[in-house]
């Protein structure tokens, strides 16, 4: 079928017209996409199966195994990723009912009947669609069973008529010749996982159910949304000699270009002279004059590759820390690099310059004193805008009468012509924006709270490397035994506690707190909040905030953060309630982790790792100081 | 009768096995196509003694999949040939917390679990039954590390093929940081359909150091229940990983994912 006059966004084509879906089109009415073709879609395939894999595993194994398994990358070759592009559908449901007589069939079974093409009955009426179908939570879609038998009565088998009150049980099949009663509408069962799934006896779930087309629960498509760091980075920076080290030294400050460039240079100096061009070069012009600059000047190098001076420097301050630099590069580390060299970014000192250019030395002052705040007072060392934030969503199935895993089987979208499973995905870069704690004033406050035993060190770098030998944890996974040592808890719960008291005043960027996700990264003392949109233009709302009101926003958060409606009773419970840190949306961490104690000091959660103590140093405890002056 | 065996019963101590290592020796890190390059085994084990010989080195896991003559299998085929007496077992215990033992380490188990998989240089085998995240996150560092030094890590488990089972969920963050790292992650899981009861807890490091006992990969096994287990050396290794690639060979238990597979 044409596609007159049906043109949708991306997004809402996830959502509402992929395969199975059935919805209302302005010119042919009631229809079911049958497929949507695939166009290219820039996603890391990794990121993406991972994604899958974490949905997929909610369901029991017998509700998803049509998915052949994620994991394993042979088998990612079932599946045929992209982005939507064009949607096909066809007439849906075919059973129509005439207006006057209320005369019903298949469209086939009425065009025998005597009924037009164009849609009149016999009668001379409209004949149109009947707006219910039944489905099932296996996934299971039929049109509502049409009686074949005739009449018992008058025995037509022509005059099948349906009366609708808008209710199932009262709905019922008559003759609309005679006017008897047919029959009420068929329960019919379904053979299943699901129903298998069911206990024995009448169980009312075990019947397809009639549903109205219009109905939200007839077609739920499963998306899920990740963050689309570029594709095949990790193993190469993984596997290169010293890349722990330079990566420390990249997120530590010390190593200023990016790691993928100083890894490919180290790279090209280490391999044999005959089969780098350069170095063959370089052997011919040091024959000629062996004191030329060149040849000089690549001694040198190769005596001390690029990016060396830092790898020492790491190696020197974690050994003075009592800690050997073995070990792989763990995610948290590839991502922070990833984003650094790869991510669009701008910086305070960027926007400010740009204001002095424009001559709106006013606004490049304020931008400049929200940035001495945040780090005199509020320990933050850097705040970034990530304006290429990479974003990206994907449907990889749907179910029908509910989104509960337990109470349905996950569908994949019918199979392709080479009988690969799609997956739709849109990617997006979208604005975000990057915050990094001052290691110094965070070990300050682990030391005032007597959280670590030694006193605070002399720079930055030695503050890094002290938080990564006492604090391992910040760097383990959640399943690791570090992973809740109190010290690396109360990190975490710093940071994600600033995360979402800053969410609660994102309202200054025209963003609903709704509307933006958090990304942590606590091994970088980092954390992110983007605009979750999958769109491919910006808003600009984030950029907006950080350009102009950076400073009013962050004191008005600083200070409304100190506030709940259920003080006092949340703030003597540990300050974490759904008045105050709560999040209805986007939590990574699902609320866990979470007090204001962390930041204004006072009584933890009794259920969290601190069993209630109380925090004697709040992280902002001198951020009254940022008070606006007359 | 084994084919190790038949060899060792016709090959004289100690001068025949001394010439067989020297002519093995020869050959490591060599491809050892087929029993016929052996021929020379014939004037030390007699008749058939080539393939004797080959199937006594397949046996014994001292070729690997590409028919490579592997060094360390081979030394512990020749120490058992040469009859090396082998030492007392060491015992190792997860002990319950506040169980003191003089001379008993309590956590005894789990480092010398840690030095098995820090001591791997070509393949590990680890194998549990049930596996539970902190059980597997108290061995992912030294593991992640064994990847980066290009080591092949097995996992051999049950109910690993449902991505949302107890298993599957212990090993997905090891298998995440395991991406793009130099050596291979396949975990083998169990067939429920066979009827068989996967029960050994091993780790088995490159055919010639091992641990077999009662803890699982679980937090409580490695840190609070009782548990016992022995470290085992020389020629019985080989034997707990020839039965666990037969066992994988015979399709006892199915490969869940691998994480050098290619699309």
Same mark, same amino acid.
């Given at each position: 079928?044409?596609?007159?006059?049906?043109?949708?966004?991306?997004?809402?084509?996830?959502?509402?017209?992929?395969?199975?879906?059935?919805?209302?089109?302005?010119?042919?009415?009631?229809?079911?996409?049958?497929?949507?073709?695939?166009?290219?879609?820039?996603?890391?395939?990794?990121?993406?199966?991972?994604?899958?894999?974490?949905?997929?595993?909610?369901?029991?194994?017998?509700?998803?195994?049509?998915?052949?398994?994620?994991?394993?990358?042979?088998?990612?070759?079932?599946?045929?990723?992209?982005?939507?592009?064009?949607?096909?559908?066809?007439?849906?449901?075919?059973?129509?009912?005439?207006?006057?007589?209320?005369?019903?069939?298949?469209?086939?079974?009425?065009?025998?009947?005597?009924?037009?093409?164009?849609?009149?009955?016999?009668?001379?009426?409209?004949?149109?669609?009947?707006?219910?179908?039944?489905?099932?939570?296996?996934?299971?879609?039929?049109?509502?069973?049409?009686?074949?038998?005739?009449?018992?009565?008058?025995?037509?088998?022509?005059?099948?008529?349906?009366?609708?009150?808008?209710?199932?049980?009262?709905?019922?099949?008559?003759?609309?010749?005679?006017?008897?009663?047919?029959?009420?509408?068929?329960?019919?069962?379904?053979?299943?996982?699901?129903?298998?799934?069911?206990?024995?006896?009448?169980?009312?779930?075990?019947?397809?159910?009639?549903?109205?087309?219009?109905?939200?629960?007839?077609?739920?498509?499963?998306?899920?949304?990740?963050?689309?760091?570029?594709?095949?980075?990790?193993?190469?920076?993984?596997?290169?000699?010293?890349?722990?080290?330079?990566?420390?030294?990249?997120?530590?400050?010390?190593?200023?270009?990016?790691?993928?460039?100083?890894?490919?240079?180290?790279?090209?100096?280490?391999?044999?002279?005959?089969?780098?061009?350069?170095?063959?070069?370089?052997?011919?012009?040091?024959?000629?004059?062996?004191?030329?600059?060149?040849?000089?000047?690549?001694?040198?190098?190769?005596?001390?590759?690029?990016?060396?001076?830092?790898?020492?420097?790491?190696?020197?301050?974690?050994?003075?820390?009592?800690?050997?630099?073995?070990?792989?590069?763990?995610?948290?580390?590839?991502?922070?690099?990833?984003?650094?060299?790869?991510?669009?970014?701008?910086?305070?000192?960027?926007?400010?310059?740009?204001?002095?250019?424009?001559?709106?030395?006013?606004?490049?002052?304020?931008?400049?004193?929200?940035?001495?705040?945040?780090?005199?007072?509020?320990?933050?060392?850097?705040?970034?805008?990530?304006?290429?934030?990479?974003?990206?969503?994907?449907?990889?199935?749907?179910?029908?009468?509910?989104?509960?895993?337990?109470?349905?089987?996950?569908t994949p979208f019918p199979v392709d012509d080479r009988g690969r499973i799609p997956v739709y995905a849109i990617a997006a870069e979208?604005?975000?924006?990057?915050?990094?704690?001052?290691?110094?004033?965070?070990?300050?406050?682990?030391?005032?709270?007597?959280?670590?035993?030694?006193?605070?060190?002399?720079?930055?770098?030695?503050?890094?490397?002290?938080?990564?030998?006492?604090?391992?944890?910040?760097?383990?996974?959640?399943?690791?035994?570090?992973?809740?040592?109190?010290?690396?808890?109360?990190?975490?719960?710093?940071?994600?506690?600033?995360?979402?008291?800053?969410?609660?005043?994102?309202?200054?960027?025209?963003?609903?707190?709704?509307?933006?996700?958090?990304?942590?990264?606590?091994?970088?003392?980092?954390?992110?909040?983007?605009?979750?949109?999958?769109?491919?233009?910006?808003?600009?709302?984030?950029?907006?905030?950080?350009?102009?009101?950076?400073?009013?926003?962050?004191?008005?958060?600083?200070?409304?953060?100190?506030?709940?409606?259920?003080?006092?009773?949340?703030?003597?419970?540990?300050?974490?309630?759904?008045?105050?840190?709560?999040?209805?949306?986007?939590?990574?961490?699902?609320?866990?982790?979470?007090?204001?104690?962390?930041?204004?000091?006072?009584?933890?959660?009794?259920?969290?790792?601190?069993?209630?103590?109380?925090?004697?140093?709040?992280?902002?405890?001198?951020?009254?100081?940022?008070?606006?002056?007359? | 009768?084994?084919?190790?065996?038949?060899?060792?019963?016709?090959? +004289?101590?100690?001068?025949?096995? !001394?010439? *067989?290592?020297?002519? =093995?020796?020869? &050959?490591? $890190? @060599?491809?050892?196509?087929? /029993?016929?390059?052996?021929?020379?085994?014939?004037?030390?084990?007699?008749?058939?003694?080539?393939?004797?010989?080959?199937?006594?080195?397949?046996?014994?896991?001292?070729?690997?999949? +590409?028919?490579?003559?592997?060094? !360390?299998? *081979?030394?512990?085929? =020749?120490?058992? &040939?040469? $009859? @090396?007496?082998?030492?007392? /077992?060491?015992?190792?215990?997860?002990?319950?917390?506040?169980?003191?033992?003089?001379?008993?380490?309590?956590?005894?188990?789990?480092?010398?679990?840690?030095?098995?998989?820090?001591?791997?240089?070509?393949?590990?085998?680890?194998?549990?039954?049930?596996?539970?995240?902190?059980?597997? $996150?108290?061995?992912?560092?030294?593991?992640?590390?064994?990847?980066?030094?290009?080591?092949?890590?097995?996992?051999?488990?049950?109910?690993?093929?449902?991505?949302?089972?107890?298993?599957?969920?212990?090993?997905e963050l090891l298998r995440r940081e395991a991406r793009g790292l130099a050596g291979v992650l396949r975990v083998y899981t169990a067939?429920?359909?066979?009827?068989?009861?996967?029960?050994?807890?091993?780790?088995?490091?490159?055919?010639?150091?091992?641990?077999?006992?009662?803890?699982?990969?679980?937090?409580?096994?490695?840190?609070?229940?009782?548990?016992?287990?022995?470290?085992?050396?020389?020629?019985?290794?080989?034997?707990?990983?020839?039965?666990?690639?037969?066992?994988?060979?015979?399709?006892?238990?199915?490969?869940?994912?691998?994480t050098k597979a290619v699309a």
């Open positions: 079928m044409a596609n007159k006059g049906f043109t949708r966004g991306q997004t809402q084509v996830l959502f509402r017209h992929l395969p199975e879906a059935v919805f209302e089109h302005d010119d042919y009415g009631l229809c079911k996409v049958t497929q949507v073709a695939l166009g290219d879609a820039d996603v890391n395939r990794d990121a993406l199966f991972d994604a899958i894999g974490d949905a997929l595993a909610m369901w029991p194994s017998d509700f998803s195994t049509k998915y052949p398994d994620t994991r394993d990358v042979s088998r990612r070759s079932y599946y045929a990723v992209g982005s939507p592009r064009e949607v096909r559908f066809v007439p849906y449901p075919q059973v129509f009912r005439c207006r006057s007589c209320s005369r019903t069939g298949k469209f086939t079974d009425l065009l025998k009947r005597g009924a037009s093409a164009s849609g009149r009955c016999v009668c001379g009426g409209y004949l149109y669609q009947i707006r219910y179908v039944q489905a099932h939570n296996c996934g299971r879609l039929e049109e509502v069973f049409v009686p074949q038998q005739s009449c018992s009565n008058c025995g037509s088998s022509k005059d099948l008529a349906f009366y609708d009150p808008g209710r199932v049980k009262q709905a019922r099949w008559y003759c609309a010749k005679c006017k008897a009663d047919v029959q009420a509408l068929r329960m019919t069962p379904c053979k299943c996982t699901y129903n298998k799934s069911l206990p024995s006896g009448f169980h009312a779930e075990k019947y397809l159910r009639i549903v109205p087309t219009g109905d939200p629960s007839l077609y739920i498509p499963h998306t899920v949304a990740f963050v689309n760091f570029p594709e095949d980075d990790q193993g190469k920076l993984k596997n290169a000699p010293d890349a722990l080290q330079l990566m420390l030294a990249r997120t530590w400050g010390l190593l200023k270009n990016s790691v993928t460039d100083t890894i490919r240079e180290r790279a090209s100096m280490g391999k044999p002279e005959d089969a780098d061009k350069m170095a063959e070069t370089i052997e011919a012009l040091r024959k000629f004059d062996p004191t030329n600059e060149l040849v000089l000047e690549y001694d040198a190098k190769k005596k001390a590759p690029v990016g060396q001076k830092e790898v020492d420097r790491v190696n020197e301050l974690l050994n003075s820390c009592n800690v050997t630099t073995t070990g792989t590069p763990r995610r948290w580390l590839v991502e922070h690099t990833t984003l650094l060299d790869r991510t669009d970014i701008g910086t305070i000192e960027d926007v400010a310059a740009i204001f002095r250019r424009t001559g709106d030395e006013a606004g490049a002052r304020d931008i400049e004193r929200g940035r001495d705040k945040a780090s005199d007072l509020l320990g933050i060392s850097d705040i970034r805008i990530v304006n290429d934030f990479p974003l990206a969503l994907c449907a990889y199935g749907y179910t029908r009468t509910s989104r509960d895993p337990v109470r349905t089987v996950i979208t604005e975000a924006l990057w915050f990094q704690l001052d290691p110094l004033k965070v070990y300050d406050w682990l030391f005032k709270n007597g959280l670590v035993d030694s006193n605070v060190p002399a720079s930055r770098e030695e503050a890094w490397a002290r938080l990564y030998a006492a604090v391992p944890g910040l760097r383990s996974s959640p399943h690791e035994p570090m992973y809740d040592q109190l010290k690396a808890v109360a990190v975490r719960t710093l940071l994600h506690t600033m995360s979402h008291l800053f969410l609660r005043r994102i309202e200054w960027s025209g963003f609903a707190p709704s509307s933006v996700g958090e990304y942590l990264i606590p091994g970088s003392l980092s954390f992110i909040l983007y605009a979750n949109r999958h769109a491919e233009t910006k808003i600009g709302g984030l950029t907006t905030l950080f350009e102009q009101r950076l400073n009013t926003w962050l004191w008005d958060a600083v200070q409304s953060g100190r506030e709940c409606v259920y003080d006092p009773i949340c703030e003597d419970g540990g300050g974490s309630c759904a008045g105050c840190t709560h999040r209805e949306h986007n939590c990574v961490c699902f609320n866990r982790e979470l007090s204001r104690a962390a930041v204004y000091g006072g009584p933890t959660p009794q259920a969290s790792a601190f069993q209630g103590a109380r925090l004697a140093h709040g992280y902002w405890q001198e951020a009254w100081k940022a008070a606006p002056t007359e | 009768m084994s084919a190790f065996d038949t060899l060792a019963a016709r090959v +004289q101590r100690p001068d025949d096995v !001394r010439r *067989l290592g020297q002519a =093995l020796w020869m &050959l490591t $890190g @060599e491809r050892v196509k087929s /029993a016929a390059t052996l021929f020379w085994a014939k004037a030390l084990a007699g008749a058939n003694g080539d393939e004797i010989l080959w199937q006594a080195l397949l046996e014994r896991g001292c070729l690997n999949e +590409q028919g490579t003559l592997l060094p !360390r299998p *081979l030394a512990e085929l =020749l120490c058992s &040939l040469w $009859g @090396e007496p082998q030492g007392d /077992a060491t015992l190792l215990w997860t002990l319950p917390e506040g169980l003191e033992v003089s001379g008993v380490d309590p956590a005894g188990y789990i480092s010398g679990m840690l030095a098995l998989i820090r001591e791997a240089r070509e393949r590990l085998l680890l194998v549990a039954p049930f596996m539970e995240a902190k059980g597997v $996150g108290r061995l992912q560092e030294e593991v992640l590390c064994t990847l980066a030094r290009g080591v092949a890590v097995t996992f051999v488990t049950q109910d690993a093929a449902s991505v949302g089972s107890w298993a599957s969920d212990s090993l067939s429920a359909d066979l009827g068989v009861l996967l029960h050994s807890k091993l780790v088995v490091a490159d055919g010639a150091a091992a641990s077999v006992g009662s803890a699982n990969l679980t937090g409580k096994a490695l840190a609070k229940n009782l548990e016992t287990g022995v470290a085992v050396a020389g020629a019985k290794v080989i034997e707990l990983e020839l039965v666990v690639r037969r066992l994988i060979e015979m399709g006892y238990v199915t490969l869940a994912f691998d």
